[in-house]
């Protein structure tokens, strides 16, 4: 069965950083286009970032440019998104899901493009 599973999620203060892992399982990421979202409470969720089966990534939001950064280790068979200078407003819950077509990374970034996701994990930036 298809599954990602999220981690990495917990308390940080403000301008602190954290690592979340996103790691597949049924399934190799290498031929696979993954995307992180974030999620505020009664919005839909965003696009943060993605990055394509040969490695090539991008910042699909303004406000995470120079502050968020992606990248893949294939031997552990997960996606990371790194987290610097984390900000209160930032969205507290993070997803990533993944799809093996390339069009899901093609801005505008459409959830429903992505066929498989994770459950999230919860970042919580407070002083």
């Known amino acids: 069965q298809l599954q990602l599973v999220e981690s990495g999620g917990g308390l940080v203060q403000p301008g602190g950083s954290l690592r979340l892992s996103c790691t597949a399982s049924?399934?190799?990421?290498?031929?696979?286009?993954i995307g992180w979202f974030g999620q505020a409470p009664g919005k839909e969720r965003g696009g943060v970032s993605g990055i394509s089966s040969s490695g090539g990534s991008t910042n699909w939001s303004d406000s995470v440019k120079g502050r968020f950064t992606i990248s893949t280790d294939n031997v552990k068979n997960t996606v990371y998104l790194q987290r610097n200078s984390l900000k209160p407003a930032d969205p507290p819950i993070y997803l990533c899901a993944a799809d093996r077509g390339s069009r899901c990374l093609e801005p505008p970034i459409a959830p429903m493009l992505f066929t498989t996701w994770g459950q999230g994990t919860q970042v919580t930036v407070s002083s």
């Open positions: 049924g399934f190799t990421l290498d031929y696979y286009a």
